[in-house]
Protein backbone atom coordinates (compact mmCIF):
# COMPACT_ATOMS: atom_id res chain seq x y z
CA UNK A 1 0.00 0.00 0.00
CA UNK A 2 1.28 3.34 -1.36
CA UNK A 3 2.22 5.87 1.89
CA UNK A 4 -0.40 8.23 2.84
CA UNK A 5 -1.24 11.55 4.72
CA UNK A 6 -3.32 9.40 7.75
CA UNK A 7 -5.14 6.19 8.32
CA UNK A 8 -8.13 7.33 7.89
CA UNK A 9 -10.06 10.09 6.26
CA UNK A 10 -13.49 11.43 7.21
CA UNK A 11 -15.89 13.50 6.51
CA UNK A 12 -17.84 15.45 9.23
CA UNK A 13 -17.49 16.47 12.86
CA UNK A 14 -21.12 16.16 13.96
CA UNK A 15 -21.67 13.76 16.93
CA UNK A 16 -20.97 10.56 14.11
CA UNK A 17 -17.24 11.80 13.09
CA UNK A 18 -16.24 12.74 16.24
CA UNK A 19 -17.02 9.41 17.60
CA UNK A 20 -15.04 8.25 15.01
CA UNK A 21 -12.12 10.30 15.61
CA UNK A 22 -12.08 9.05 18.93
CA UNK A 23 -12.90 5.72 18.42
CA UNK A 24 -10.35 5.01 16.11
CA UNK A 25 -7.38 6.86 17.57
CA UNK A 26 -8.14 4.84 20.54
CA UNK A 27 -6.91 2.06 18.06
CA UNK A 28 -3.75 3.63 17.43
CA UNK A 29 -4.95 5.30 13.80
CA UNK A 30 -4.00 9.05 12.53
CA UNK A 31 -6.84 10.00 11.66
CA UNK A 32 -7.98 13.76 10.13
CA UNK A 33 -11.79 15.01 9.99
CA UNK A 34 -13.11 17.76 7.91
CA UNK A 35 -16.04 19.86 9.17
CA UNK A 36 -17.47 22.85 6.87
CA UNK A 37 -19.06 24.22 10.04
CA UNK A 38 -16.19 26.21 12.46
CA UNK A 39 -16.97 24.15 15.39
CA UNK A 40 -18.26 20.24 16.46
CA UNK A 41 -21.93 19.32 16.69
CA UNK A 42 -23.42 18.76 13.46
CA UNK A 43 -27.28 19.29 13.29
CA UNK A 44 -26.66 21.05 16.74
CA UNK A 45 -23.89 23.42 15.52
CA UNK A 46 -26.44 24.63 12.50
CA UNK A 47 -29.85 24.12 13.87
CA UNK A 48 -30.35 26.84 15.73
CA UNK A 49 -33.45 28.43 15.51
CA UNK A 50 -35.99 28.89 18.65
CA UNK A 51 -37.26 25.96 20.04
CA UNK A 52 -34.92 23.44 18.34
CA UNK A 53 -34.61 20.48 20.58
CA UNK A 54 -34.08 16.61 20.91
CA UNK A 55 -37.17 14.60 20.66
CA UNK A 56 -35.40 11.72 22.84
CA UNK A 57 -35.12 12.23 25.87
CA UNK A 58 -31.76 13.56 26.79
CA UNK A 59 -30.61 10.85 29.44
CA UNK A 60 -31.37 8.56 26.05
CA UNK A 61 -29.60 10.81 23.64
CA UNK A 62 -26.14 10.47 24.83
CA UNK A 63 -22.72 8.48 23.95
CA UNK A 64 -22.49 5.54 25.99
CA UNK A 65 -18.84 4.56 24.94
CA UNK A 66 -17.37 6.32 28.57
CA UNK A 67 -19.41 5.49 31.60
CA UNK A 68 -17.53 8.65 33.44
CA UNK A 69 -18.81 11.15 30.71
CA UNK A 70 -22.60 9.59 31.22
CA UNK A 71 -22.13 10.15 34.96
CA UNK A 72 -20.49 13.39 34.90
CA UNK A 73 -22.85 15.09 32.62
CA UNK A 74 -26.02 16.33 33.48
CA UNK A 75 -28.77 17.18 31.49
CA UNK A 76 -30.74 20.53 32.64
CA UNK A 77 -34.74 19.27 30.81
CA UNK A 78 -36.38 16.16 30.45
CA UNK A 79 -35.22 16.76 26.73
CA UNK A 80 -32.24 18.33 25.49
CA UNK A 81 -32.29 21.90 23.97
CA UNK A 82 -30.14 22.36 20.96
CA UNK A 83 -28.35 25.22 23.67
CA UNK A 84 -27.47 22.34 25.74
CA UNK A 85 -26.93 19.38 23.45
CA UNK A 86 -24.10 21.42 21.65
CA UNK A 87 -22.59 22.63 24.98
CA UNK A 88 -22.65 18.54 25.48
CA UNK A 89 -20.79 17.89 21.94
CA UNK A 90 -18.34 20.98 23.17
CA UNK A 91 -17.77 19.24 26.55
CA UNK A 92 -17.36 16.15 24.70
CA UNK A 93 -14.53 17.65 22.55
CA UNK A 94 -12.59 19.20 25.10
CA UNK A 95 -12.91 15.90 27.35
CA UNK A 96 -11.30 14.02 24.86
CA UNK A 97 -9.21 16.37 22.76
CA UNK A 98 -10.86 15.92 19.48
CA UNK A 99 -10.42 19.18 17.73
CA UNK A 100 -6.88 18.76 17.34
CA UNK A 101 -8.16 16.15 14.51
CA UNK A 102 -10.56 17.86 12.85
CA UNK A 103 -9.68 20.97 10.22
CA UNK A 104 -12.65 22.93 10.67
CA UNK A 105 -14.42 25.51 8.19
CA UNK A 106 -13.59 23.30 5.09
CA UNK A 107 -16.03 20.93 3.35
CA UNK A 108 -14.81 17.99 1.05
CA UNK A 109 -15.70 18.52 -2.59
CA UNK A 110 -14.33 15.75 -3.86
CA UNK A 111 -13.50 12.02 -2.76
CA UNK A 112 -11.83 9.42 -5.46
CA UNK A 113 -10.20 5.70 -4.80
CA UNK A 114 -7.37 4.59 -6.57
CA UNK A 115 -7.81 1.39 -7.53
CA UNK A 116 -4.82 -0.14 -7.54
CA UNK A 117 -3.13 2.04 -4.88
CA UNK A 118 -6.16 0.99 -2.48
CA UNK A 119 -6.23 4.52 -1.45
CA UNK A 120 -8.49 7.55 -0.54
CA UNK A 121 -7.75 11.26 -2.13
CA UNK A 122 -10.06 13.88 -0.35
CA UNK A 123 -9.70 17.17 -1.85
CA UNK A 124 -11.70 20.45 -0.17
CA UNK A 125 -12.81 23.56 -0.72
CA UNK A 126 -9.81 25.27 0.55
CA UNK A 127 -7.90 23.24 -2.94
CA UNK A 128 -5.88 20.79 -0.36
CA UNK A 129 -5.62 16.85 -1.05
CA UNK A 130 -5.24 14.69 1.72
CA UNK A 131 -4.84 10.39 1.30
CA UNK A 132 -5.88 7.61 3.33
CA UNK A 133 -6.44 3.83 2.59
CA UNK A 134 -9.96 4.46 4.31
CA UNK A 135 -12.83 6.83 4.61
CA UNK A 136 -15.48 7.36 6.47
CA UNK A 137 -18.57 9.09 5.50
CA UNK A 138 -20.10 10.95 8.84
CA UNK A 139 -21.99 13.74 6.51
CA UNK A 140 -24.77 13.58 8.43
CA UNK A 141 -28.46 12.78 7.24
CA UNK A 142 -30.39 15.79 7.69
CA UNK A 143 -27.67 18.38 6.88
CA UNK A 144 -28.29 19.30 3.32
CA UNK A 145 -31.07 21.93 3.70
CA UNK A 146 -33.13 22.75 1.25
CA UNK A 147 -35.19 25.69 -0.02
CA UNK A 148 -37.58 25.00 -2.40
CA UNK A 149 -36.76 26.25 -5.92
CA UNK A 150 -39.60 29.32 -5.67
CA UNK A 151 -39.46 31.80 -8.46
CA UNK A 152 -38.71 34.92 -7.53
CA UNK A 153 -36.36 33.88 -4.19
CA UNK A 154 -34.45 36.61 -5.31
CA UNK A 155 -36.91 39.37 -5.42
CA UNK A 156 -37.87 39.18 -1.96
CA UNK A 157 -36.58 42.78 -0.30
CA UNK A 158 -37.58 41.01 3.63
CA UNK A 159 -35.00 39.17 4.88
CA UNK A 160 -35.32 35.13 4.35
CA UNK A 161 -33.96 32.30 7.07
CA UNK A 162 -33.80 28.38 6.70
CA UNK A 163 -34.06 26.30 10.01
CA UNK A 164 -31.09 24.36 9.47
CA UNK A 165 -28.94 27.49 8.64
CA UNK A 166 -29.96 29.65 11.42
CA UNK A 167 -28.04 32.82 12.36
CA UNK A 168 -25.59 31.83 15.39
CA UNK A 169 -26.91 36.08 16.49
CA UNK A 170 -29.88 34.60 16.80
CA UNK A 171 -33.45 36.63 14.79
CA UNK A 172 -35.62 39.01 16.74
CA UNK A 173 -38.66 38.67 14.83
CA UNK A 174 -40.53 41.45 17.57
CA UNK A 175 -42.75 43.21 15.26
CA UNK A 176 -42.43 41.99 11.96
CA UNK A 177 -44.68 40.41 9.95
CA UNK A 178 -43.24 36.36 9.87
CA UNK A 179 -43.87 33.83 6.87
CA UNK A 180 -43.23 30.22 7.98
CA UNK A 181 -43.29 27.63 5.16
CA UNK A 182 -43.26 24.19 6.30
CA UNK A 183 -45.01 22.33 9.32
CA UNK A 184 -42.88 19.22 9.85
CA UNK A 185 -40.64 18.74 13.40
CA UNK A 186 -38.67 22.22 13.13
CA UNK A 187 -41.56 24.41 11.57
CA UNK A 188 -43.55 23.40 14.55
CA UNK A 189 -40.66 23.46 17.34
CA UNK A 190 -40.20 26.93 16.25
CA UNK A 191 -43.98 28.13 15.58
CA UNK A 192 -45.14 28.99 19.18
CA UNK A 193 -41.53 30.86 19.74
CA UNK A 194 -42.38 33.66 16.67
CA UNK A 195 -45.79 33.80 17.08
CA UNK A 196 -44.78 35.05 20.78
CA UNK A 197 -42.68 37.79 19.55
CA UNK A 198 -44.41 38.25 15.30
CA UNK A 199 -46.76 41.15 14.79
CA UNK A 200 -48.49 38.83 12.65
CA UNK A 201 -47.58 35.11 11.69
CA UNK A 202 -48.87 33.39 8.69
CA UNK A 203 -48.27 29.33 8.02
CA UNK A 204 -48.03 27.73 5.21
CA UNK A 205 -49.00 23.99 5.31
CA UNK A 206 -49.05 21.56 2.89
CA UNK A 207 -49.03 18.53 4.68
CA UNK A 208 -50.25 18.31 8.24
CA UNK A 209 -48.24 16.47 10.38
CA UNK A 210 -49.10 14.20 13.82
CA UNK A 211 -47.83 16.44 16.56
CA UNK A 212 -47.77 14.56 19.84
CA UNK A 213 -47.14 16.88 22.98
CA UNK A 214 -44.03 16.42 24.36
CA UNK A 215 -44.61 17.08 27.93
CA UNK A 216 -41.18 18.71 28.20
CA UNK A 217 -40.11 19.91 31.89
CA UNK A 218 -37.15 20.67 34.12
CA UNK A 219 -34.88 17.23 34.88
CA UNK A 220 -36.15 15.33 37.72
CA UNK A 221 -32.99 14.76 39.67
CA UNK A 222 -34.07 11.39 40.82
CA UNK A 223 -35.07 10.40 37.75
CA UNK A 224 -31.74 11.47 36.53
CA UNK A 225 -30.13 9.48 39.65
CA UNK A 226 -32.32 6.69 38.78
CA UNK A 227 -31.36 6.36 35.56
CA UNK A 228 -27.65 7.13 35.79
CA UNK A 229 -27.56 4.51 38.32
CA UNK A 230 -28.63 1.82 35.35
CA UNK A 231 -27.25 3.28 32.62
CA UNK A 232 -25.04 -0.11 31.74
CA UNK A 233 -28.41 -2.12 31.89
CA UNK A 234 -30.05 0.59 29.92
CA UNK A 235 -27.73 0.79 27.07
CA UNK A 236 -27.47 -3.15 26.90
CA UNK A 237 -31.19 -3.56 26.74
CA UNK A 238 -31.62 -0.43 24.50
CA UNK A 239 -30.16 -2.78 21.56
CA UNK A 240 -33.14 -4.93 22.20
CA UNK A 241 -35.49 -2.39 21.16
CA UNK A 242 -36.86 -1.16 17.43
CA UNK A 243 -35.50 2.28 18.10
CA UNK A 244 -32.82 1.73 20.16
CA UNK A 245 -34.57 3.21 23.22
CA UNK A 246 -35.46 1.07 26.53
CA UNK A 247 -37.92 1.94 29.37
CA UNK A 248 -41.04 1.79 27.40
CA UNK A 249 -42.31 -1.15 27.97
CA UNK A 250 -43.33 -2.88 24.77
CA UNK A 251 -47.07 -3.02 23.57
CA UNK A 252 -48.44 -7.08 23.98
CA UNK A 253 -51.88 -6.75 22.12
CA UNK A 254 -53.23 -5.33 18.42
CA UNK A 255 -55.18 -2.21 18.89
CA UNK A 256 -58.65 -4.24 17.83
CA UNK A 257 -58.47 -6.43 20.50
CA UNK A 258 -59.35 -3.58 22.52
CA UNK A 259 -62.55 -2.33 23.13
CA UNK A 260 -62.99 1.74 21.99
CA UNK A 261 -63.01 2.47 25.80
CA UNK A 262 -59.88 0.41 26.41
CA UNK A 263 -58.17 2.09 23.50
CA UNK A 264 -59.09 5.33 24.58
CA UNK A 265 -57.83 4.86 27.68
CA UNK A 266 -54.79 3.87 26.46
CA UNK A 267 -54.38 6.67 24.49
CA UNK A 268 -55.22 9.00 26.65
CA UNK A 269 -52.48 7.82 29.09
CA UNK A 270 -49.52 8.14 26.45
CA UNK A 271 -51.19 11.57 25.53
CA UNK A 272 -50.39 12.52 28.86
CA UNK A 273 -47.00 10.94 29.44
CA UNK A 274 -45.84 12.54 26.06
CA UNK A 275 -43.87 11.70 23.63
CA UNK A 276 -43.91 9.43 20.60
CA UNK A 277 -42.17 5.69 21.02
CA UNK A 278 -44.30 5.74 24.37
CA UNK A 279 -47.66 6.30 22.12
CA UNK A 280 -46.20 4.34 19.26
CA UNK A 281 -45.96 1.34 21.79
CA UNK A 282 -49.66 1.53 22.51
CA UNK A 283 -50.25 -1.44 20.62
CA UNK A 284 -48.40 -4.10 18.54
CA UNK A 285 -50.17 -3.11 15.33
CA UNK A 286 -49.88 0.87 14.91
CA UNK A 287 -47.40 0.46 12.20
CA UNK A 288 -48.51 -2.54 10.82
CA UNK A 289 -52.17 -2.64 10.17
CA UNK A 290 -54.38 0.28 8.76
CA UNK A 291 -57.34 -0.48 10.54
CA UNK A 292 -55.40 -0.57 13.82
CA UNK A 293 -53.45 2.80 13.02
CA UNK A 294 -56.88 4.91 12.24
CA UNK A 295 -57.92 4.37 15.71
CA UNK A 296 -55.07 6.40 17.14
CA UNK A 297 -55.58 8.96 13.79
CA UNK A 298 -59.45 9.42 15.10
CA UNK A 299 -57.93 9.74 18.67
CA UNK A 300 -55.25 12.72 17.60
CA UNK A 301 -58.04 14.50 15.45
CA UNK A 302 -60.13 14.53 18.14
CA UNK A 303 -57.63 15.71 20.29
CA UNK A 304 -56.85 18.96 17.84
CA UNK A 305 -60.25 19.66 17.93
CA UNK A 306 -60.63 19.74 21.02
CA UNK A 307 -57.63 22.19 21.46
CA UNK A 308 -57.87 24.45 18.22
CA UNK A 309 -60.95 26.81 18.16
CA UNK A 310 -61.46 27.44 14.93
CA UNK A 311 -63.21 24.36 13.23
CA UNK A 312 -62.32 25.22 9.70
CA UNK A 313 -57.99 25.39 11.28
CA UNK A 314 -58.78 22.70 13.40
CA UNK A 315 -59.77 20.69 10.22
CA UNK A 316 -56.59 21.76 8.10
CA UNK A 317 -54.36 20.63 10.78
CA UNK A 318 -55.89 17.00 11.35
CA UNK A 319 -53.69 14.74 8.87
CA UNK A 320 -55.45 12.94 6.66
CA UNK A 321 -53.22 11.32 4.10
CA UNK A 322 -50.59 9.42 5.86
CA UNK A 323 -51.23 6.92 9.11
CA UNK A 324 -49.73 8.21 12.06
CA UNK A 325 -46.27 6.94 12.89
CA UNK A 326 -45.17 6.51 9.11
CA UNK A 327 -43.65 9.86 8.81
CA UNK A 328 -41.39 11.24 11.40
CA UNK A 329 -43.75 12.18 14.93
CA UNK A 330 -43.02 15.61 15.81
CA UNK A 331 -43.66 16.35 19.29
CA UNK A 332 -44.84 19.84 20.14
CA UNK A 333 -45.16 22.20 23.42
CA UNK A 334 -47.88 24.57 22.74
CA UNK A 335 -48.03 24.70 19.05
CA UNK A 336 -51.73 23.50 18.44
CA UNK A 337 -52.84 26.50 21.03
CA UNK A 338 -50.92 29.23 18.62
CA UNK A 339 -53.53 28.74 15.74
CA UNK A 340 -56.35 30.52 18.60
CA UNK A 341 -53.53 33.41 18.81
CA UNK A 342 -55.83 36.12 16.73
CA UNK A 343 -52.37 37.13 15.12
CA UNK A 344 -51.76 33.71 13.61
CA UNK A 345 -53.24 32.49 10.36
CA UNK A 346 -52.97 29.09 8.81
CA UNK A 347 -52.68 28.85 4.83
CA UNK A 348 -53.70 25.59 3.05
CA UNK A 349 -50.74 25.29 0.91
CA UNK A 350 -51.56 22.34 -0.84
CA UNK A 351 -55.05 23.70 -1.57
CA UNK A 352 -53.56 27.02 -2.65
CA UNK A 353 -49.50 26.47 -3.77
CA UNK A 354 -47.36 29.10 -3.29
CA UNK A 355 -46.43 30.54 -6.64
CA UNK A 356 -44.04 32.98 -6.16
CA UNK A 357 -41.83 35.09 -3.73
CA UNK A 358 -42.59 39.05 -4.90
CA UNK A 359 -40.66 42.13 -3.82
CA UNK A 360 -42.89 42.48 -0.29
CA UNK A 361 -43.95 38.93 0.35
CA UNK A 362 -45.51 36.21 -1.88
CA UNK A 363 -48.09 34.44 -4.20
CA UNK A 364 -50.45 31.61 -3.99
CA UNK A 365 -52.75 30.59 -6.39
CA UNK A 366 -55.41 32.18 -4.15
CA UNK A 367 -54.25 35.53 -2.58
CA UNK A 368 -50.84 37.86 -2.22
CA UNK A 369 -49.10 38.26 0.78
CA UNK A 370 -46.67 41.05 2.47
CA UNK A 371 -44.24 39.89 4.93
CA UNK A 372 -40.91 41.53 6.37
CA UNK A 373 -39.19 37.93 6.69
CA UNK A 374 -39.61 34.83 5.31
CA UNK A 375 -38.81 31.56 7.70
CA UNK A 376 -38.18 28.50 5.34
CA UNK A 377 -38.74 25.14 7.19
CA UNK A 378 -38.46 22.93 4.36
CA UNK A 379 -36.29 20.21 5.69
CA UNK A 380 -33.51 18.58 3.90
CA UNK A 381 -32.23 16.76 1.21
CA UNK A 382 -32.42 13.84 3.58
CA UNK A 383 -29.80 10.56 3.95
CA UNK A 384 -28.33 11.09 0.53
CA UNK A 385 -27.97 14.65 0.01
CA UNK A 386 -24.88 14.90 2.20
CA UNK A 387 -23.50 12.56 -0.10
CA UNK A 388 -24.48 13.85 -3.27
CA UNK A 389 -22.39 17.23 -2.69
CA UNK A 390 -19.49 15.31 -2.71
CA UNK A 391 -17.92 14.21 -6.09
CA UNK A 392 -17.62 10.52 -5.01
CA UNK A 393 -15.48 8.07 -7.59
CA UNK A 394 -13.05 5.56 -8.01
CA UNK A 395 -10.37 5.25 -10.75
CA UNK A 396 -11.79 1.91 -12.03
CA UNK A 397 -14.51 4.26 -13.15
CA UNK A 398 -17.45 4.22 -10.68
CA UNK A 399 -19.34 7.59 -9.74
CA UNK A 400 -21.66 7.25 -6.77
CA UNK A 401 -24.09 9.24 -7.91
CA UNK A 402 -24.34 7.38 -10.71
CA UNK A 403 -24.64 4.17 -9.06
CA UNK A 404 -27.03 5.91 -6.80
CA UNK A 405 -29.36 7.87 -9.52
CA UNK A 406 -32.06 5.10 -8.80
CA UNK A 407 -31.92 5.65 -5.16
CA UNK A 408 -29.14 4.66 -3.16
CA UNK A 409 -27.85 1.38 -2.81
CA UNK A 410 -25.77 -0.75 0.17
CA UNK A 411 -25.05 -3.44 2.08
CA UNK A 412 -26.46 -2.71 6.06
CA UNK A 413 -26.06 1.18 4.79
CA UNK A 414 -22.15 0.66 5.68
CA UNK A 415 -20.56 -0.05 2.20
CA UNK A 416 -21.52 0.65 -1.32
CA UNK A 417 -20.58 -1.78 -3.49
CA UNK A 418 -17.50 -0.57 -6.36
CA UNK A 419 -16.18 1.80 -3.62
CA UNK A 420 -13.96 -0.15 -1.39
CA UNK A 421 -12.87 1.35 2.13
CA UNK A 422 -15.07 3.54 2.25
CA UNK A 423 -17.69 3.52 5.02
CA UNK A 424 -20.90 5.37 6.06
CA UNK A 425 -22.18 6.18 9.17
CA UNK A 426 -25.80 5.52 9.66
CA UNK A 427 -26.78 5.44 6.01
CA UNK A 428 -29.30 4.86 4.03
CA UNK A 429 -30.35 1.18 4.28
CA UNK A 430 -29.25 1.11 8.25
CA UNK A 431 -32.13 2.26 10.79
CA UNK A 432 -30.14 4.98 11.75
CA UNK A 433 -32.76 7.64 11.34
CA UNK A 434 -35.40 5.37 12.69
CA UNK A 435 -33.61 5.23 16.10
CA UNK A 436 -31.83 7.10 18.96
CA UNK A 437 -29.08 8.27 16.77
CA UNK A 438 -26.17 8.69 18.91
CA UNK A 439 -26.44 4.93 19.59
CA UNK A 440 -26.53 4.35 15.90
CA UNK A 441 -23.59 5.78 15.23
CA UNK A 442 -21.70 4.14 18.02
CA UNK A 443 -23.15 0.78 16.88
CA UNK A 444 -21.84 1.39 12.83
CA UNK A 445 -18.83 2.87 14.21
CA UNK A 446 -17.76 0.25 16.55
CA UNK A 447 -18.97 -1.97 13.76
CA UNK A 448 -16.56 -0.75 11.72
CA UNK A 449 -13.56 -0.63 14.20
CA UNK A 450 -14.04 -4.11 14.23
CA UNK A 451 -13.69 -4.86 10.80
CA UNK A 452 -10.62 -2.63 10.45
CA UNK A 453 -9.08 -4.58 13.41
CA UNK A 454 -10.14 -7.85 11.91
CA UNK A 455 -8.54 -7.13 8.32
CA UNK A 456 -5.42 -5.70 10.53
CA UNK A 457 -4.71 -9.28 11.85
CA UNK A 458 -5.51 -10.71 8.61
CA UNK A 459 -3.02 -8.26 6.91
CA UNK A 460 -5.70 -7.68 4.97
CA UNK A 461 -6.22 -3.75 3.37
CA UNK A 462 -9.01 -3.71 1.08
CA UNK A 463 -12.44 -4.32 2.04
CA UNK A 464 -15.44 -4.01 -0.42
CA UNK A 465 -19.69 -4.80 0.02
CA UNK A 466 -20.10 -7.54 -2.21
CA UNK A 467 -22.94 -6.38 -5.09
CA UNK A 468 -25.00 -9.83 -4.24
CA UNK A 469 -25.03 -8.95 -0.23
CA UNK A 470 -25.99 -5.71 -1.19
CA UNK A 471 -28.98 -6.77 -3.88
CA UNK A 472 -30.27 -8.91 -0.90
CA UNK A 473 -30.27 -6.40 1.82
CA UNK A 474 -31.45 -3.71 -0.46
CA UNK A 475 -34.46 -6.37 -1.79
CA UNK A 476 -34.67 -7.26 2.47
CA UNK A 477 -34.84 -3.16 3.17
CA UNK A 478 -37.58 -3.14 0.89
CA UNK A 479 -39.54 -6.16 1.76
CA UNK A 480 -39.34 -4.97 5.46
CA UNK A 481 -40.88 -1.63 4.29
CA UNK A 482 -43.54 -2.90 2.35
CA UNK A 483 -44.50 -5.67 5.01
CA UNK A 484 -45.45 -2.14 7.38
CA UNK A 485 -47.82 0.97 6.79
CA UNK A 486 -44.64 3.45 6.14
CA UNK A 487 -44.36 3.10 2.44
CA UNK A 488 -47.99 4.90 2.58
CA UNK A 489 -46.44 8.41 3.95
CA UNK A 490 -44.59 10.92 1.49
CA UNK A 491 -41.85 11.78 3.59
CA UNK A 492 -38.38 12.34 3.87
CA UNK A 493 -37.94 8.59 4.09
CA UNK A 494 -38.72 7.65 0.73
CA UNK A 495 -37.36 12.04 -0.71
CA UNK A 496 -40.80 12.64 -1.73
CA UNK A 497 -40.02 16.59 -0.24
CA UNK A 498 -37.47 16.81 -3.03
CA UNK A 499 -38.62 17.34 -6.30
CA UNK A 500 -37.43 15.05 -8.83
CA UNK A 501 -35.66 12.68 -5.97
CA UNK A 502 -36.13 8.98 -6.70
CA UNK A 503 -39.06 7.47 -4.80
CA UNK A 504 -37.26 4.69 -2.97
CA UNK A 505 -37.91 3.80 1.12
CA UNK A 506 -34.22 4.69 2.47
CA UNK A 507 -34.14 3.56 5.86
CA UNK A 508 -33.77 0.19 7.63
CA UNK A 509 -37.21 -0.16 9.46
CA UNK A 510 -36.99 -3.72 10.67
CA UNK A 511 -35.57 -2.55 13.93
CA UNK A 512 -32.55 -1.72 15.52
CA UNK A 513 -32.50 -5.41 17.65
CA UNK A 514 -32.86 -7.33 14.39
CA UNK A 515 -30.23 -4.85 12.44
CA UNK A 516 -28.03 -5.37 15.25
CA UNK A 517 -28.01 -8.70 15.84
CA UNK A 518 -27.60 -9.03 11.87
CA UNK A 519 -24.61 -6.71 12.46
CA UNK A 520 -23.28 -9.38 14.92
CA UNK A 521 -24.10 -12.07 13.04
CA UNK A 522 -21.40 -10.99 9.92
CA UNK A 523 -19.03 -9.94 11.97
CA UNK A 524 -18.66 -13.37 14.02
CA UNK A 525 -19.26 -14.62 10.06
CA UNK A 526 -15.37 -12.87 9.32
CA UNK A 527 -17.12 -10.15 7.98
CA UNK A 528 -20.01 -12.42 5.42
CA UNK A 529 -21.13 -10.15 2.49
CA UNK A 530 -18.14 -8.15 2.43
CA UNK A 531 -15.05 -8.95 0.36
CA UNK A 532 -11.75 -8.78 2.29
CA UNK A 533 -8.34 -8.76 0.32
CA UNK A 534 -5.05 -8.40 0.66
C1 LIG B 1 -33.62 19.69 13.79
C2 LIG B 1 -33.16 18.29 14.04
C3 LIG B 1 -33.62 17.60 15.15
C4 LIG B 1 -33.18 16.31 15.38
N1 LIG B 1 -33.64 15.63 16.48
C5 LIG B 1 -33.22 14.38 16.72
C6 LIG B 1 -33.71 13.64 17.83
O1 LIG B 1 -34.56 14.12 18.55
N2 LIG B 1 -33.24 12.39 18.06
C7 LIG B 1 -32.31 11.83 17.24
O2 LIG B 1 -31.89 10.68 17.48
N3 LIG B 1 -31.82 12.50 16.17
C8 LIG B 1 -32.27 13.74 15.89
N4 LIG B 1 -31.81 14.40 14.78
C9 LIG B 1 -30.86 13.74 13.92
C10 LIG B 1 -29.41 14.22 14.17
O3 LIG B 1 -28.94 14.62 12.92
C11 LIG B 1 -28.59 13.09 14.78
O4 LIG B 1 -29.13 12.75 16.04
C12 LIG B 1 -27.10 13.37 14.96
O5 LIG B 1 -26.83 14.64 15.48
C13 LIG B 1 -26.35 13.10 13.67
O6 LIG B 1 -24.97 13.27 13.83
P1 LIG B 1 -24.03 13.10 12.57
O7 LIG B 1 -22.68 13.46 13.01
O8 LIG B 1 -24.24 11.75 11.99
O9 LIG B 1 -24.59 14.11 11.49
P2 LIG B 1 -24.67 15.69 11.56
O10 LIG B 1 -24.96 16.15 12.91
O11 LIG B 1 -25.59 16.09 10.47
O12 LIG B 1 -23.19 16.15 11.22
C14 LIG B 1 -22.66 16.01 9.95
C15 LIG B 1 -21.63 17.11 9.77
O13 LIG B 1 -20.96 16.87 8.54
C16 LIG B 1 -20.67 18.10 7.96
N5 LIG B 1 -20.50 17.88 6.53
C17 LIG B 1 -21.42 17.36 5.66
N6 LIG B 1 -20.89 17.29 4.43
C18 LIG B 1 -19.63 17.76 4.54
C19 LIG B 1 -18.57 17.92 3.60
N7 LIG B 1 -18.71 17.59 2.33
N8 LIG B 1 -17.39 18.43 4.05
C20 LIG B 1 -17.23 18.77 5.36
N9 LIG B 1 -18.20 18.64 6.29
C21 LIG B 1 -19.38 18.13 5.87
C22 LIG B 1 -21.84 18.99 8.29
O14 LIG B 1 -21.44 20.34 8.29
C23 LIG B 1 -22.22 18.50 9.67
O15 LIG B 1 -21.69 19.32 10.67
C24 LIG B 1 -32.26 15.68 14.50
C25 LIG B 1 -31.85 16.37 13.36
C26 LIG B 1 -32.29 17.66 13.13
C27 LIG B 1 -31.82 18.37 11.88
Not at 167 to 190: K, N, W, Y
Not at 230 to 243: G, L, M, S
Not at 286 to 309: G, Y
Not at 424 to 436: A, E, L, M, R, Y
Amino acid sequence: MANTDYDVLIVGGGLGGMYAIHKLRGMGMKVRAFEAGYDVGGTWFWNRYPGCRCDVESLEYSYSFDPKLEQDWSWEERYGTQAQILEYAKHVADRFDLRKDITFNTRVKAAVFDDKANTWTLTTDQGESFTAPYCIMAAGNLSTPRVPDFPGLKNFKGKTYHTGLWPHEGVDFSGLRVAVIGTGSSGVQMIPHIARQAKTLTVFQRTANFILPAENRPMDRAVEAKHKSEYRDRRVAAFDTPFGIAGYPPPTKSALEATPEEREAAYEKKWQEGGSISFLYSYTDLLLNKEANDTAVEFVHRKIKSIVKDPETAELLCPKDHPIGTKRLVLDTDYYPVFNMPHVKLVNARKAPIQELTEHGLRTTEAEYEFDAIVFATGFDAMTGALAEIDVRTTAGNVLKEKWAGGPLTYLGRMVSGFPNMFIITGPGSPGVKSQMILAIEQHMDFIAGCLQHMQSHQQRRVEADAAAERDWVRHVNEVADSTLYPLANSWYVGANIPGKPRVFMPYVGGVHNYKKRCDQVAANNYEGFKLSA
